[in-house]
């Protein structure tokens, strides 16, 4: 009997998990939290272990982002800089900083500990309660076969010990404040919901129900483990993106040694206490940048240089700064009918007449066809993606661009939903061959699929993936495998890299083309594409993927260009470079491979081959990037 497809995880990638910290590096941090003695103690892991370390370390290093926000110094999650700034600079740090410290340090110390990655619950006036995109860590922890949660990275006050993923779960905070874990469903995901309240004698939180509890929400994780290439992505998105707010604000938080917690907020300063400390709490609106620098040394112990102090003076007493608005993108809604029949026509196709396996194929095969893979906007012009609905249409449909596959399958689930089809988003991570090391590594969380429920089977579908991807839908099955052109072949597999019960798409080259970059011959020549989970995203999500990945600096080395033939070969333009392979009994005397000298040429194979008209200024940075005549 053929045996089930995998693709398991150990000895895969070596940026798989994050390291323990070393013995040195335990010893340094275990020092800075206050707890020198754990180092000869050789203590095993427990409960009591656990929240020992979490209060020590919510108390000794604070939440901070003064580095980022004074002298835009951004923050690294690379062991060594974290020691170097948190421990020896006795520097405070933001949740990617604190929660990466203290899950590297577990590991040290024995503990079975894991990155995730949580939604922090926001509350206006304007809006009501909405949700960020996942933007804040959490840790992950097992002990006594048990799973907990810690948190010494919250900027309004983390969870002080670790709390057991049960529904109703509670434990008491510091300052007299309670958490609760709640099973939450959202965006179709299982996960869990933190909330938290309130000491009885401090008012309520904006958003808080007087009449209800008590309780707010704080954030919201699921159990899927995260990995330092991802933490690299939402790092770089939060410490460069002005839109989140943590670089236009100034946040400060600690556990003080009474059991209270001390937060400053731009001019503003708290302190609050149990009632035992009472006489201890503060509240000051600050009016000079010499009352900030006293209150950043005497309650969070950390102490500016004259540049910081200058930058932060400047910052917080100076001009207002921008204030950018809430970024809450529609959750990709269905097309309007206007919109949906200028898709059709885009496509060149008829509407379905209803929602079929068959009919979904054909929408599918239709736009891998009709509009292509294209970042030459992108590449050559610095023209930034948008995923907003109705610019994301008007620039894939009505201009005839093509779009990479945040915009492909964003476009793709509007238009499945409009023709009611039941079509959610995922996401997945690539994998690609290293050459040096030998084998595949994953990227982070920035590719896009869809999913689409159809007569109680759900399938992948995906018309964003660059010169391999699918050309139908295939289903979510261990084992399954969906035919695509050129005598391609795409196959699921099982894979627990991030947690159990998920999945590879692999992929197999025609007989007639070579083998792909780390595929072994003497295998059955299938060779992975990307890992996935059925983890649904919502828009916030995507918008975090969307900016990473249009912002990064080297995110992007070549111009590309890449669809589907009507007579079922692929189509492919890299920078200058054109090639069109074709199936021996349809396509085979269009077939085709050169190199294009001029700009002339360049912007004809655009139009001729993918209908995309590259504008006058896209050419000439074109001709300059690629050295064109």
Same mark, same amino acid.
């Given at each position: 009997?053929?045996?089930?497809?995998?693709?398991?995880?150990?000895?895969?990638?070596?940026?798989?998990?994050?390291?323990?910290?070393?013995?040195?590096?335990?010893?340094?941090?275990?020092?800075?939290?206050?707890?020198?003695?754990?180092?000869?103690?050789?203590?095993?892991?427990?409960?009591?272990?656990?929240?020992?370390?979490?209060?020590?370390?919510?108390?000794?290093?604070?939440?901070?982002?003064?580095?980022?926000?004074?002298?835009?110094?951004?923050?690294?999650?690379?062991?060594?800089?974290?020691?170097?700034?948190?421990?020896?600079?006795?520097?405070?740090?933001?949740?990617?900083?604190?929660?990466?410290?203290?899950?590297?340090?577990?590991?040290?110390?024995?503990?079975?500990?894991?990155?995730?990655?949580?939604?922090?619950?926001?509350?206006?006036?304007?809006?009501?309660?909405?949700?960020?995109?996942?933007?804040?860590?959490?840790?992950?922890?097992?002990?006594?076969?048990?799973?907990?949660?810690?948190?010494?990275?919250?900027?309004?006050?983390?969870?002080?010990?670790?709390?057991?993923?049960?529904?109703?779960?509670?434990?008491?905070?510091?300052?007299?404040?309670?958490?609760?874990?709640?099973?939450?469903?959202?965006?179709?995901?299982?996960?869990?919901?933190?909330?938290?309240?309130?000491?009885?004698?401090?008012?309520?939180?904006?958003?808080?129900?007087?009449?209800?509890?008590?309780?707010?929400?704080?954030?919201?994780?699921?159990?899927?483990?995260?990995?330092?290439?991802?933490?690299?992505?939402?790092?770089?998105?939060?410490?460069?993106?002005?839109?989140?707010?943590?670089?236009?604000?100034?946040?400060?938080?600690?556990?003080?040694?009474?059991?209270?917690?001390?937060?400053?907020?731009?001019?503003?300063? #708290?302190?609050?206490?149990? @009632?035992?400390?009472? $006489?201890?709490?503060? %509240?000051?609106?600050?009016?000079?940048?010499? =009352? &900030? +620098?006293?209150?950043?040394?005497?309650?969070?112990?950390?102490?500016?240089?004259?540049?910081?102090?200058?930058?932060?003076?400047?910052?917080?007493?100076?001009?207002?700064?921008?204030?950018?608005?809430?970024?809450?993108?529609?959750?990709?809604?269905?097309?309007?009918?206007?919109?949906?029949?200028?898709?059709?026509? #885009?496509?060149?196709?008829? @509407?379905?007449?209803? $929602?079929?396996?068959? %009919?979904?194929?054909?929408?599918?095969?239709? =736009? &891998? +066809?009709?509009?292509?893979?294209?970042?030459?906007?992108?590449?050559?012009?610095?023209?930034?993606?948008?995923?907003?609905?109705?610019?994301?249409?008007?620039?894939?449909?009505?201009?005839?661009?093509?779009?990479?596959?945040?915009?492909?399958?964003?476009?793709?689930?509007?238009?499945?939903?409009?023709?009611?089809?039941?079509?959610?988003?995922?996401?997945?991570?690539?994998?690609?061959?290293?050459?040096?090391?030998?084998?595949?590594?994953?990227?982070? +969380?920035?590719?896009?699929?869809?999913?689409?429920?159809?007569?109680?089977?759900?399938?992948?579908?995906?018309?964003?993936?660059?010169?391999?991807?699918?050309?139908?839908?295939?289903?979510?099955?261990?084992?399954?495998?969906?035919?695509?052109?050129?005598?391609?072949?795409?196959?699921?597999?099982?894979?627990?890299?991030?947690?159990?019960?998920?999945?590879?798409?692999?992929?197999?080259?025609?007989?007639?083309?070579?083998?792909?970059?780390?595929?072994?011959?003497?295998?059955?020549?299938?060779?992975?594409?990307?890992?996935?989970?059925?983890?649904?995203?919502?828009?916030?999500?995507?918008?975090?993927?969307?900016?990473?990945?249009?912002?990064?600096?080297?995110?992007?080395?070549?111009?590309?260009?890449?669809?589907?033939?009507?007579?079922?070969?692929?189509?492919?333009?890299?920078?200058?470079?054109?090639?069109?392979?074709?199936?021996?009994?349809?396509?085979?005397?269009?077939?085709?491979?050169?190199?294009?000298?001029?700009?002339?040429?360049?912007?004809?194979?655009?139009?001729?081959?993918?209908?995309?008209?590259?504008?006058?200024?896209?050419?000439?940075?074109?001709?300059?990037?690629?050295?064109?005549?």
């Amino acid at each position: 009997m053929m045996s089930r497809p995998s693709f398991g995880s150990t000895g895969f990638n070596p940026l798989h998990e994050f390291p323990a910290l070393s013995e040195e590096h335990l010893s340094l941090y275990l020092e800075r939290i206050g707890l020198p003695a754990l180092v000869s103690q050789q203590a095993q892991p427990s409960l009591s272990l656990l929240n020992t370390i979490i209060y020590a370390h919510g108390s000794k290093i604070p939440f901070s982002n003064d580095l980022l926000y004074g002298l835009d110094i951004k923050p690294s999650t690379y062991t060594i800089d974290l020691i170097t700034k948190l421990v020896i600079g006795k520097q405070g740090g933001y949740c990617l900083e604190n929660n990466t410290l203290l899950l590297m340090a577990l590991k040290a110390l024995g503990f079975k500990a894991y990155a995730g990655m949580a939604k922090v619950a926001l509350w206006s006036q304007e809006l009501g309660h909405y949700w960020t995109g996942r933007t804040h860590t959490v840790v992950l922890v097992d002990v006594d076969d048990k799973h907990y949660v810690a948190d010494v990275g919250f900027a309004r006050g983390g969870v002080p010990s670790a709390i057991e993923l049960l529904d109703g779960a509670e434990v008491n905070g510091v300052a007299g404040e309670r958490y609760r874990l709640s099973q939450l469903t959202l965006a179709g995901n299982s996960g869990w919901l933190l909330l938290h309240k309130r000491a009885e004698w401090f008012p309520f939180p904006d958003g808080v129900d007087p009449s209800g509890d008590g309780f707010g929400r704080q954030v919201y994780f699921t159990t899927e483990r995260y990995r330092p290439q991802d933490y690299y992505t939402y790092n770089y998105y939060v410490a460069h993106c002005p839109h989140p707010g943590i670089m236009g604000n100034l946040f400060v938080s600690v556990v003080t040694q009474t059991g209270g917690r001390a937060i400053i907020t731009n001019k503003s300063f #708290r302190r609050r206490e149990t @009632k035992e400390y009472a $006489q201890l709490e503060q %509240s000051i609106e600050f009016s000079s940048i010499e =009352q &900030v +620098t006293e209150v950043m040394k005497e309650q969070f112990g950390i102490v500016w240089s004259e540049q910081q102090i200058a930058a932060i003076q400047q910052k917080l007493f100076g001009p207002a700064p921008q204030v950018f608005p809430k970024n809450l993108l529609e959750n990709f809604p269905p097309l309007s009918n206007t919109q949906l029949q200028d898709y059709l026509n #885009r496509i060149k196709l008829k @509407k379905p007449s209803s $929602q079929t396996l068959e %009919s979904l194929n054909e929408i599918l095969r239709a =736009q &891998v +066809t009709h509009i292509p893979f294209e970042n030459a906007g992108l590449y050559f012009q610095d023209q930034k993606p948008s995923l907003v609905p109705d610019t994301l249409f008007s620039r894939l449909v009505i201009e005839k661009r093509g779009g990479y596959c945040l915009q492909l399958n964003a476009l793709l689930t509007m238009a499945l939903r409009a023709l009611g089809f039941d079509a959610s988003p995922g996401t997945s991570r690539s994998l690609l061959w290293d050459a040096e090391l030998r084998q595949h590594t994953l990227r982070s +969380t920035l590719h896009l699929i869809v999913f689409v429920k159809l007569d109680g089977v759900l399938y992948l579908c995906d018309v964003g993936m660059n010169r391999v991807g699918l050309t139908c839908a295939i289903p979510v099955e261990v084992g399954a495998v969906a035919d695509s052109v050129l005598g391609e072949q795409h196959r699921i597999a099982a894979s627990d890299i991030t947690g159990p019960g998920n999945f590879i798409l692999q992929h197999k080259r025609g007989s007639n083309a070579p083998l792909a970059d780390g595929v072994d011959p003497a295998g059955d020549l299938f060779g992975p594409v990307y890992y996935f989970t059925l983890e649904r995203y919502t828009p916030e999500d995507f918008d975090i993927y969307n900016w990473f990945v249009s912002h990064h600096p080297g995110e992007w080395k070549n111009s590309i260009g890449s669809r589907v033939s009507v007579t079922g070969g692929r189509v492919e333009f890299i920078d200058n470079k054109f090639r069109r392979r074709e199936s021996e009994e349809l396509g085979k005397p269009f077939e085709k491979s050169f190199e294009v000298a001029s700009i002339e040429e360049f912007v004809r194979v655009w139009k001729d081959e993918f209908d995309v008209v590259i504008g006058y200024d896209e050419a000439e940075h074109a001709k300059a990037i690629l050295k064109l005549n």
